[in-house]
């Protein structure tokens, strides 16, 4: 039997991302659940979060992420072999939106399938794409973090209307010279399965009187002490399987669940000054797959991260599930439109 071989490092070669059209401010939201624009602010950092219209669409959003992606890294979309888009927000059941989202980009005879890792989507996205091309079984892979959380998330529920937005991020992940994917750590923890759920399964909804949609619901004091102590050692530990020193670190990209809980993990890990800390929660609140993603397009765009940078990515989240590797930024940011 012949076996395939890859190339010997897997990369990052671009970023692109989708914000959706419409910001909303905390002002637009407090009202329905009896909060204020300081309170949210104080708990979480979030001001404005998008929420997508009609046209943007889980596949949509995952388009125009992507061609920014493919752009970026100077990938024609025929020559990309796989398409996986991380989501919990699709609400078709099957077929995959990865399919849909492979045809519209021109891409028909890539492999393409979703994944469901909540937030930590995105990260668990490219540690499988890293390994596709290492072990050759595709040279360039897209990987997609999109989410709709709006049209799962109740707009009278006090602990998820305000955390909870749209959007998409994609990065195009291919042969490298070095190494600029570290190694991947992940895990889950199911006990806790119930702390970020959609409330009810569909069969049960669809039993009760009045169905209506199944929102989110989330246990946010539990989920606010497992992520602050737990992830920062997870994201110590990607640092040390990769043999980088937080000293080495230039840029720290957390999943945007919670500004508080990135100043823990910041804290905890002892993060130098010089460290880049991502804070694109402020505007686009918690997309949840998509929010790393996002946040790495916004530190290039804004020169916080810049071409052979190293950065921590960490992404928590439903499950419980969690991912954590290091990354070598791709390339200088282009210039302003
Ligand atoms: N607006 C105003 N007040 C609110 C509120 C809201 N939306 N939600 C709760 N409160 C009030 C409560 O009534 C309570 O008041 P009391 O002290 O008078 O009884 C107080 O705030 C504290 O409630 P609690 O539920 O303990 O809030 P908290 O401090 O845990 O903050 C979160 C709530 C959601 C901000 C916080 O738990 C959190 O950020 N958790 C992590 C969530 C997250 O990041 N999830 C994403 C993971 S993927």
Redesign the pocket.
């Known amino acids: 039997m012949q076996t395939d071989q890859g190339a010997s490092y897997a990369g990052i070669l671009g970023i692109g991302a989708y914000r959706p059209a419409r910001l909303v401010p905390n002002a637009e939201i407090v009202d329905a659940?009896?909060?204020?624009d300081e309170?949210?602010q104080q708990?979480?950092g979030i001001k404005t979060r998008g929420f997508a219209d009609d046209s943007e669409t889980v596949v949509a959003m995952s388009v125009a992420a992507s061609r920014d992606a493919l752009a970026h890294a100077g990938v024609d979309p025929r020559q990309v072999d796989c398409v996986i888009v991380a989501t919990v927000s699709h609400l078709l059941q099957t077929p995959s939106a990865a399919t849909a989202v492979a045809h519209e980009l021109g891409t028909d005879q890539a492999a393409a399938f979703d994944i469901s890792a909540?937030?930590a989507g995105f990260c668990h996205g490219v540690a499988l794409a890293s390994d596709l091309v290492r072990g050759g079984s595709a040279r360039y892979v897209l990987v997609i973090g999109v989410e709709r959380l709006s049209d799962i998330t109740s707009n009278t529920d006090?602990?998820t209307?305000?955390?909870f937005a749209d959007g998409a991020g994609a990065a195009v992940i291919g042969p490298s010279e070095t190494p600029a994917i570290g190694p991947v750590v992940w895990g889950s923890d199911g006990e806790q399965y119930d702390l970020?759920r959609q409330r009810e399964d569909w069969r049960d909804v669809l039993a009760s009187d009045s169905p209506e949609m199944p929102h989110l619901v989330?246990q946010?004091?539990a989920?606010?002490r497992w992520?602050s102590y737990s992830m920062a050692k997870v994201a110590q530990q990607a640092l040390d399987r990769a043999g980088i020193t937080v000293d080495e670190l230039d840029c720290f990209v957390p999943?945007q669940?919670?500004n508080?809980?990135t100043d823990a993990m910041a804290r905890a890990m002892k993060l130098p000054a010089h460290v880049r800390i991502a804070r694109d929660i402020v505007d686009a609140g918690?997309t949840?797959a998509a929010s790393v993603p996002l946040a790495l397009e916004r530190m290039i765009r804004d020169g916080d991260a810049k071409s052979g940078d190293v950065a921590l990515l960490v992404a928590?989240?439903?499950g419980l599930a969690y991912a954590a590797q290091v990354v070598t930024i791709p390339w200088d940011p282009p210039p302003p439109p």
């Open positions: 659940i009896d909060s204020s309170w949210i708990r979480s909540a937030c006090r602990g209307a305000f955390i970020i989330m946010g004091n989920v606010f992520a999943h669940a919670n508080r809980i918690n949840s928590f989240g439903a």
